[in-house]
């Protein structure tokens, strides 16, 4: 993992990730009959479930709209799900709002131009290894993990641990 400074996590209480990229390896996989499947990560899915169950909101945010992320997002019983957004700045605000949050306590993760200002405004961000330069600059994080294997368990793993959620969970255990 790649800090680009010391960051404040105890402020974040609420996790955004892009998909496409993101949650997914950034393929778009179409039949002959032209029916999209993503492929998706068990243990991305998990961080998220288990940022959930220790007291965070979590959600998905795209710029493309997909069955396979809507249902995605209904199995991670993620707090919101919103696509075919090409603003997710503006979109999200009224996210944060509706959770009495701002964005100083957004976690977002994205990896190209549309998430360029969520990394930017976001209290922490990250992005994954194979994003565009550009992309990286504007990042907290980026991960070791690449995108759909991993770098989203990453990113929770961190979250949870940094502020005491991870380690009091597992002692419970």
Excluded: W
Excluded at 26 to 41: D, H, M, N, P, R
Excluded at 89 to 107: G, Q
Aim: proline letters at 2%; one cysteine or more.
């Amino acid at each position: 993992m790649n800090l680009s400074k010391e960051l404040n996590f105890k402020d974040i209480e609420i996790l955004v990730f892009d998909v496409d990229g993101v949650l997914t390896d950034g393929k778009i996989y179409l039949s002959e009959s032209g029916v999209e499947t993503k492929a998706f990560f068990a243990h991305d899915g998990a961080g998220i479930k288990l940022a959930k169950k220790l007291g965070l909101k979590t959600g998905m945010i795209s710029a493309r709209k997909s069955i396979a992320a809507a249902f995605r997002a209904r199995e991670l019983d993620v707090d919101f799900y919103i696509e075919g957004c090409k603003d997710k700045y503006n979109t999200l605000k009224p996210v944060l709002e509706k959770y009495n949050l701002n964005f100083k306590n957004l976690f977002y993760m994205g990896d190209d131009i549309v998430d360029m200002q969520l990394l930017k405004s976001a209290g922490v961000s990250a992005t994954v290894p194979n994003s565009p330069e550009y992309i990286r600059t504007c990042a907290d994080i980026i991960t070791d993990k690449p995108a759909g294997c991993g770098a989203v368990r990453e990113v929770c793993d961190i979250i949870l641990e940094k502020k005491g959620l991870l380690l009091n969970f597992l002692n419970e255990m």
